[in-house]
């Protein structure tokens, strides 16, 4: 058994530690100023860092480390993960980038084009997060009325379209969404490989069009026997088109020496949790978020009160945002939960601890190596890989 583990690639600045949560000194998304890192203040000047300084030596810790490669994630208060890959493929060798988009904002001919750009000048190294969208302000900001369910329907087009066009032949669609006559790339660009596809929802849409497309389903982390559940349905449904998909889950990590010095990193960070945003409500239409909701009790008194089981912590969105379950405890513990995750059938990892440049190093060495059940998928550098034709 082979798992694939990435890292994730902070898309918006980063804090020192959950002890500062407010503050994103990493980076020049909080300001420029005393105490920060790329760029910092010397003198009352700026060193020239920019952020993409600090992204890249986030990707580089993490491949040094040992992740296959780093998901980029995409916000409308985030980078261009589209951008930024291609910047940071050439501060990497083997590195992956999952770069996560939402279809439909983009024209499949455009994203076929860049996609096998990067793929040519990557040596293959881009990998898809593709993303439907949870509706509410999110959704607004990319202008996008599109209803839920519809929402899918246009990604299945999308991803119909964009595998037409991969494959070099004169290719014809007329769908509800897009449309393209005797579209083809061309012959350079139509040889390089597919990226692979994640693909997350927890909806009935989102399942419907995973089972056409993805190659992993993705999930956040959820408790054990909800996650084991949810992918059953998952492989059900695939399984009614002939298709067999790989599953991976992201999953935040606060790893420590000890229990106790875990959960002590997780008390100071807990000091500065607002209880009227711990009790609300998730935003938008996303049967997902909703999901997580529902397993955060209404009274919050402490942080042990969001342990669902062993490890299994639903308090890192109260924490940084983002999203809500993540594992807590010593190294040893971490690679057991991990473990038990890969006997649920697990294929691939997302892993991300903040601050990330430390983390990536601290994950890499502390936890990983403890993981007893699987051997790591071998990165192969991008001059092994790189297109001779
Ligand atoms: C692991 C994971 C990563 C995600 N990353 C992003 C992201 O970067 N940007 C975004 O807008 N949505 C992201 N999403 C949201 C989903 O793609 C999806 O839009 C949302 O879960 C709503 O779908 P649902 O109602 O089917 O659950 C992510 C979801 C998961 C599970």
Redesign the pocket.
């Known amino acids: 058994m082979t798992v694939d583990v990435y890292w994730r690639i902070g898309m918006g600045g980063d804090h020192a530690s959950l002890r500062t949560p407010k503050v994103r000194n990493r980076g020049d998304w909080g300001g420029v100023g005393p105490g920060n890192l790329a760029p910092a203040v010397r003198n009352g000047q700026s060193d020239g860092y920019a952020y993409i300084d600090h992204a890249a030596a986030v990707a580089r810790a993490s491949e040094a480390a040992g992740f296959l490669g780093g998901l980029l ?3 409308p208060g985030t980078e261009d993960p589209w951008a930024l890959s291609a910047a940071l493929a050439r501060e990497t060798t083997s590195y992956r980038f999952m770069v ?1 988009f ?1 279809p439909g904002f983009l024209n499949p001919l455009q994203a076929a084009r860049m996609s096998a750009s990067l793929q040519r000048a990557t040596g293959g190294r881009l990998v898809y ?1 593709i ?4 509706g509410g302000p ?1 959704q607004l900001w990319w202008g996008d009325q599109v209803a ?1 369910d519809d929402r899918y329907a246009r990604t299945s087009e999308f991803l119909e379209v964009l595998k037409g066009v991969w494959q070099g032949e004169p290719y014809d669609f007329d769908g509800r969404f897009f449309r393209t006559g005797g579209a083809a790339l061309p012959p350079r660009l139509a040889g390089e490989p597919f990226p692979e596809i994640y693909f ?4 009935a ?2 399942v419907n069009a995973a089972g056409l497309h993805a190659d992993y389903y ?3 982390l959820e408790p054990f026997a909800d996650l084991e559940r949810k992918f059953a349905g998952v492989r059900e449904h695939a399984a009614k088109l002939g298709r067999v998909p790989k599953f991976a889950v ?1 999953i935040d990590v606060l790893a420590r020496h000890t229990e106790e010095a875990a959960w002590a990193e997780i008390e100071k960070g807990w000091q500065y949790v607002d209880p009227a945003v711990a009790t609300r409500q998730a935003q938008g ?5 909703g999901r997580i909701k529902g397993w955060v009790p209404a009274t919050i008194t402490g942080y042990r009160d969001v342990e669902v089981q062993p490890n299994v912590w639903a308090g890192f969105s109260l924490l940084r945002g983002g ?1 809500a379950f993540g594992l807590v405890g010593s190294y040893e513990q971490v690679a057991q939960r991990l473990d038990e995750l890969l006997d649920l059938g697990v294929d691939a990892f ?1 892993l991300a601890g903040n601050p990330h440049l430390e983390e990536a190093y601290r994950v890499g060495e502390e936890v990983l190596p403890l993981l007893g059940r699987a051997r790591f998928t071998r990165p192969v550098p991008a001059r092994e890989t790189v297109s001779t034709r």
């Open positions: 994630p995409s916000f996560a939402q997060n993303i439907s969208g949870g999110a839920h997350s929802g927890s909806s849409a989102a993705l999930s956040w992201r239409d996303s049967v997902g978020a999203p997302i």
